[in-house]
């Protein structure tokens, strides 16, 4: 039982194409975030919603919207895509927003941009 | 405002030997620490923890931490490494004193390899 999912697990697509990533969690927690990796593998937070309301968002263009229909579900879709968008994202949930709540990554979302 | 440093980009150690990849961290009030771990085309996958307690913190697959409050420091710990220890290792943070919501702060990763 896979506990955050995500698809597509990769992503070809053009400049100036949009797309969407889906991400599902089944541990009945109330957070979900979404994260991108670099090519040189450094992770930042994009955005953060806790029982569908948005938490964070760091400074991520506009571009990036996030939509949570329901609390076991967080989506990124991404308009216009841009080169520098290539990157891994990867979908994470927690219990709630304590500091102690551990973690929970999904298997990430390679996204090529030609 | 909180950050880790991981000072080594690159680990070997040969199998059966022990293992530390290295992690310190600064913070604004009391940290609690992560360890992930990636493997090759994976997600990451959650190692363990320190929240309070006892300094000596032990995880999956046989990995354990040490607390290190003086020396700010959260390094990871195996006493005999397997071949398939090998992976990309992250530290994480946050702080008690973490303004808005609790997002965890990453290290630049380690990658670790355990030679045969």
């Known amino acids: 039982d896979t506990a955050v999912s995500q698809t597509p697990k990769y992503l070809v697509t053009q400049m100036g194409n949009d797309k969407s990533i889906k991400c599902e969690q089944n541990?009945?927690?109330?957070?979900m975030y979404w994260y991108k990796q670099d090519s040189k593998k450094f992770l930042k937070i994009m955005f953060s919603?806790?029982?569908?309301?948005?938490?964070i968002n760091e400074t991520v263009p506009n571009r990036f919207s996030p939509k949570s229909p329901d609390k076991a579900h967080l989506n990124l879709h991404i308009n216009s895509l841009e080169l520098g968008d290539s990157a891994v994202y990867f979908c994470?949930?927690?219990?709630?927003?304590?500091?102690?709540?551990?973690?929970?990554f999904g298997p990430g979302t390679r996204l090529t941009v030609l | 405002a909180q950050s880790v440093a991981q000072p080594e980009d690159q680990v070997n150690v040969a199998e059966g030997n022990p293992l530390t990849v290295k992690c310190t961290y600064s913070?604004?009030?009391?940290?609690?620490l992560f360890w992930y771990v990636q493997y090759p085309n994976r997600g990451l996958q959650f190692l363990l923890k320190?929240?309070?307690?006892?300094?000596l913190v032990k995880g999956s697959y046989g990995f354990e931490a040490e607390f290190n409050k003086s020396q700010t420091s959260f390094h990871l710990k195996k006493p005999s490494a397997l071949v398939s220890d090998s992976a990309l290792y992250f530290c994480?943070?946050?702080?008690?004193?973490?303004?808005?919501?609790?997002?965890?702060?990453f290290g630049t990763g380690t990658r670790l390899t355990v030679i045969p």
């Open positions: 913070v604004s009030g009391n940290p609690y």
């Open positions: 541990l009945g927690h109330d957070t």
């Open positions: 994480a943070v946050r702080a008690s004193l973490q303004t808005g919501a609790n997002n965890l702060f």
């Open positions: 994470a949930s927690s219990p709630g927003l304590a500091v102690r709540d551990t973690q929970y």
């Open positions: 320190y929240i309070t307690g006892d300094n």
């Open positions: 919603y806790n029982n569908k309301e948005l938490i």
